[in-house]
């Protein structure tokens, strides 16, 4: 039988996620769909929302090219300590982008610094590089929809929940993606550790999905204009590309156009359904570049394809594929194009 001490425990095991002197909010714990529709209407997501989607103005630098990048959330809180954001933010360095001021975490992360990561790759600040272009980072992530990198501590003079929170809810294939303590819960336990979606998580998972495709959506029809680059740079398959998504481009994605639920087929709506072609964000890597960085990885491993796609699973810096070099040389083309 499925006790409120379950969730005690995972909520145990959310506060290891988030680094000192961060603090969980334990009201932002969401282990299911369902868990993310209600937080919808929690006032610290409600007050968020409100903030991206009507009220954020980005401070831009002048510059020839300004290239907005969304980067996927991570477990870790705050973002840029987990080791898939420094290992993207190191190889930003590397290529000669600069912050253009000073926004740091607090210095105690900065002092757990890994010997070979720069200190600024925690610096949330606007990246320059001094020769016409500017990387404006954002990050793609359910519940706040888009959190912008100079955000990511605070807002408006108050803590912001991009450091508070732990959402594993919507990874369906995890197997642990559930809140059985629910009323509403339909999951089914298949083993001792895995449980099988029901009808009710399935039909929040589309509302909450398309929640989120909504939010971006607004943000970036709003300041879009603003940039001459717009690009999400999120590993194919994950559901935060299908947040971006429009109908025309999930199958050469492979991602879901739809999810059944019960007898009815439900849509999944992705943020350039409404952008349209002129104000779309282009979705990197391709299925093409992480096959090539695959066969890249190989020779660079001396092994067969087999080892290098098991390598690729694994990803780079203890991280996801992202932060692979071979991949994070794609990201650098695009962005220097």
Known sequence: MITVDDRARRIRESAHKIQKPFELDETLCLYSPQDNVDSLAHPRIAEWLEFVETKYEPDLPEAER?????????????????????????RLLAEGFRPTGELSL?????????DDMPKDVLN???????????????IISEPMAVVPY????????????????????????????????????TAEQISASRWRWGPEEKRAYVAMHNAMAEGIAKVVGRIGERYTDIVSWVAPGLTHRSFVLAKGERSANKVAARRKVGDEFLALAGANDTLGPDGAIECLPTLEQCRD????????????????TAVYARGGANATPLALPELLDVLVARIKR
């Open 293 to 308: 960085a695959i066969e890249r990885l190989a020779t660079r491993l001396g092994s067969d394809i087999e080892h290098a």
């Open 124 to 138: 949330l600040a606007i990246l320059s590089d001094g020769k016409g272009t500017i990387i404006h980072r954002m």
């Open 150 to 185: 100079e955000h990511i501590v605070s807002f408006n003079g108050k803590a912001s929940p991009a450091t508070a929170y732990d959402d594993p809810g919507l990874f369906e294939n995890r197997g642990n993606a559930v809140s059985p303590w629910r009323a509403d819960s």
């Open 106 to 114: 607090p210095p105690e992360l900065v002092d757990r610094l890994g």
């Open 66 to 90: 300004r290239v907005l990048l969304f980067l996927p959330c991570t477990k870790t809180k705050p973002y840029p300590f987990s080791s898939e954001h420094q290992a993207i933010n190191k």
